[in-house]
């Protein structure tokens, strides 16, 4: 476990200065509360905050010997947090979408039988009821604009989409 110990060598800042090499549990101790503080700001979670930091500075302990070398390491280490962040927030959403969309798929059968059972009932409705009542209600038009495409006024879309209402009421009365 010493090995990582042992210092890498870092170019002079201007020629002629020898420059120290940067340690990395120096870098660590240095870096490691102002990286907490903000990934708790971050995150909301001190848990999740120390879990993202771990990961960061795993990254840039893995990539040592060329990250020592940067002009500002810190910078590095904040963007493998930031990354790690994405990453783990990337993943929760797509796993949340996941189960909402099983959860969802999982009642195909019902969907299928309502869907047949509108229809059903749809096609009880007279042929002027059954198109007032698709255009106001299931695809949401203004009753203006519904009327404009059946050629009738909209206070005969409106009368029509209430009688529609009052059929579909008495059938889903006689189902079982």
Request: glycine share 4%.
């Amino acid at each position: 476990m010493q090995a990582h110990l042992h210092p890498v060598p870092t170019p002079p800042a201007e020629e002629g200065e020898v420059v120290e090499p940067l340690v990395f549990e120096e870098f660590y101790e240095g870096t490691h509360p102002r990286l907490f503080i903000a990934l708790c700001l971050v995150t909301g979670n001190r848990h999740d905050a120390e879990e993202i930091m771990q990961d960061a500075f795993i990254r840039v302990f893995e990539r040592w010997d060329r990250v020592a070398t940067l002009d500002d390491p810190e910078a590095y280490l904040y963007t493998a947090a930031m990354n790690v962040f994405r990453n783990r927030y990337r993943r929760a959403r797509m796993a949340v979408q996941r189960s909402l969309s099983t959860r969802l798929d999982a009642d195909d059968l019902a969907a299928v039988e309502a869907r047949d059972e509108v229809v059903r009932l749809l096609k009880g409705l007279a042929p002027r009821e059954r198109a007032a009542i698709v255009l106001t209600q299931i695809l949401d038009l203004p009753t203006e604009e519904a009327g404009r495409m059946l050629g009738i006024k909209a206070s005969t879309i409106r009368v029509l989409t209430m009688r529609a209402r009052a059929h579909l009421r008495a059938k889903a009365v006689e189902l079982p």
